[in-house]
DNA sequence: GTCTATAAGTGGATAGAC
DNA sequence: GTCTATCCACTTATAGAC
């Protein structure tokens, strides 16, 4: 009971610790941080990092654990064909993509956006976090969401593999864009606005390419 | 002379180093690699280095020039319409497509590649090349080509700059999505195979898109 | 140009007092 | 749990002999 009420009114040292080493890595990467300078933002000594960390290492594999459980998705069943079928395609996609963009607007989120796009290509355990979690698990719903857009009548026929990838990996295009490339090149809120805007044009292209024309047959 | 002969039986010392450390931080990225560990591959003393570079920094600046001038556009002015005329859109943008992912085949290249992906994020300088002198022109190109290939009533009227977009984005995520997401997957030279295969069916999809049916009128 | 030697600093990590 | 004090490996960089 203790430990609940210190974790309602004051965020624990270890949470502090964390959540100072996802905003410096964020910022600096992991190889450019140090657990003198976790500790001094947080405001405690280097050493004590050392009674609630087993090394820098720890504090990032604490990280990326609190990332899956953050990312994981609910066990919301999501009911694709009612949503289909009460929006039609193209809102319902431009709904979808939403549902991810609004998320990274909360700067708690973006910076993890950050951390992971910027370690992706150093440490094994994130990039197997992208790929398993995040990437195949995505490319299936849109599979699935294609098909059914198929069997409803919406576009013509296609292999639904073809579609997500040329739907979704064009996303993943968007998010390096906004959290590598052009990061600081304006603020933050406008960055994801434009994501959400080129985000409505391609979902555009894509249903121009391929839906059916209703006035030849 | 003496000079020209030197360069051309044996590389020399300023290039060897500045090859070892294009390697190695392409493996490791800029921070995690030590002037000691460039030293030692090399097989000169430490000391040494600092005979022809200022320090570690003007070493990957080195770099960024000697990039800057590998990729920097010939004189050549591509008679982009003849070809499109003599091959369609759909061989010439494979053959343009292959022109680039062929170099990359030439390890030289590749590992120059890796070390623009992971260095995007904390190096501005490689970001302003990327952006500049890569993306931004490549862009320029590909506009104008949709726009030539409208003219020639090759595919529907659109926006050069979305059909621009739509295509060459989708290109930055393959090489992206080899030289981060994917790269020690599989053997390099298959790596870049599927990066062929994946802008094959990249641009048929477009293109099925865009194109004008010939059966309707 | 290359080496040895060394400076001057930063890194992660631990022992032990409070 | 937090602190002081300390260890030691490793970093960039320079001075000066050959």
Redesign the pocket.
């Known amino acids: 009971m203790k430990d609940m009420v210190r974790s309602v009114e004051k965020k624990?040292?270890?949470e502090q610790i964390r959540d100072v080493a996802i905003d410096l890595f964020s910022k600096k990467g992991y190889d450019?941080?140090?657990?003198?300078?976790?500790?001094r933002t947080v405001?405690?000594?280097?050493?004590?990092?050392?009674?609630?960390?087993?090394?820098?290492?720890?504090i990032m594999d604490s990280i990326i654990e609190s990332l899956i459980a953050e990312f994981n998705p609910g066990p919301e069943e999501a009911p694709v064909e009612v949503l289909l079928e009460k929006y039609g395609p193209e809102v319902y996609m431009n709904i979808a993509g939403k549902a991810v963009t609004e998320r990274m607007k909360e700067p708690h989120i973006g910076v993890i956006c950050r951390l992971i796009c910027i370690e992706l290509y150093h440490n094994e355990k994130i990039r197997d976090f992208f790929k398993m979690t995040f990437m195949e698990p995505s490319h299936r719903i849109w599979e699935l969401t294609f098909r059914k857009m198929m069997d409803l009548g919406y576009i013509k026929e296609y292999d639904e593999r073809l579609l997500s990838t040329e739907f979704f990996d064009y996303c993943i295009f968007l998010f390096f864009d906004c959290f590598v490339i052009r990061y600081d090149e304006v603020p933050y809120e406008e960055l994801i606005d434009n994501m959400i805007n080129s985000m409505s044009k391609h979902i555009k292209f894509i249903l121009d390419a391929v839906r059916i024309e209703e006035d030849s047959p």
Chains 1, 2 share one sequence.
């Open positions: 624990g040292t270890k450019a941080v140090s657990i003198r300078e976790i500790a405001g405690i000594n280097e050493a004590s990092i050392y009674n609630h960390y087993k090394g820098k290492e720890d």
